[in-house]
C-alpha cells in the first residue's frame, strides 16, 4: 500500500513539472485530469480512442434546378443554391458562395457538366482570383451534353477569415451545365478544413 507521505510526494513532482512548464518528464495519462483550450508539446503525442475537432468547417451545396450557365468575361456564378450540408453557416444562397469562418487549409471540390459543341470552361475563384480551372478548348470533343462529359475540380488552397470562395464560368462563347438532383445529386460544391 502506498504511503500516504509517496502520495505527497508524487503530487509534489507533478506540481513542479505544471509550474516549469510541463518538462521532467510528466505524462498526461488515464490519472491525469487534464482540461484545456491548447495543448502544446515537444514530443510526441500518443492518443488511443477519437479524436473530435468540433470547429472544423464543412459545407456541399447543389442547384436545385437544371440550368446552363453561359460565361461573360466579367464571369458568371454558378448557381448551387441548396445547402446539403454546412456547419458554421459560411454559404450564402444569393451570392453562390463560401465565406471562410476558420483560417487553414481547405480541401474544395466542384462539379458541373458541359453543354453539346460549346467549349467548357468553369474556374475555382478565392476574392475573384482564380485558384483552379476546368477547361475543354476544343467544341468539337464536346458533342454530346452533360451525361458523357463534365468536370470536377480538387484543389487543396490555404484560406484566410473572410475570404469569398465560389465557382464560375469564364470567358465569352463558354458554357456549362447544372443538373439538379436525379436520383441522388449530379454535380456539388464544398469543402473542408484538413487543418
Same mark, same amino acid.
Given at each position: 500500500m502506498t504511503s500516504l507521505l509517496? &502520495?505527497?510526494n508524487e503530487l509534489n513532482v507533478r506540481v513542479d513539472n505544471v509550474s516549469n512548464? !510541463? !518538462? !521532467?518528464g510528466t505524462t498526461i495519462d488515464s490519472t491525469t485530469d487534464i482540461s484545456c483550450n491548447t495543448l502544446s508539446t515537444v514530443s510526441n503525442v500518443s492518443i488511443g480512442g477519437t479524436v473530435t475537432a468540433p470547429n472544423q468547417p464543412s459545407f456541399n451545396v447543389i442547384p436545385s434546378i437544371t440550368s446552363t450557365i453561359t460565361g461573360t468575361n466579367g464571369v458568371t456564378h454558378l448557381p448551387y443554391d441548396v445547402i446539403v450540408h454546412d456547419s458554421? #453557416? !459560411?454559404y450564402n444562397t444569393n451570392t453562390f458562395e463560401y465565406t471562410v469562418q476558420v483560417a487553414g487549409d481547405y480541401f474544395l471540390y466542384y462539379s458541373c457538366g458541359n453543354v453539346s459543341g460549346i467549349e467548357y470552361a468553369t474556374s475555382l475563384r478565392k #476574392? &475573384?482570383?482564380?485558384i483552379d480551372r476546368c477547361l475543354v478548348k476544343d467544341a468539337t470533343l464536346l458533342r454530346n451534353d452533360f451525361d458523357n462529359l463534365g468536370g470536377k475540380g480538387l484543389v487543396i488552397n490555404r484560406c484566410a477569415v473572410n475570404d469569398k470562395i465560389k465557382v464560375t464560368s469564364n470567358g465569352t462563347g463558354r458554357a456549362c451545365n447544372l443538373q439538379a438532383?436525379?436520383?441522388g445529386p449530379v454535380h456539388s460544391f464544398g469543402g473542408f478544413l484538413i487543418g
Open positions: 509517496q &502520495k505527497i512548464g !510541463g !518538462g !521532467g458554421v #453557416n !459560411g #476574392n &475573384k482570383i482564380l438532383p436525379y436520383f
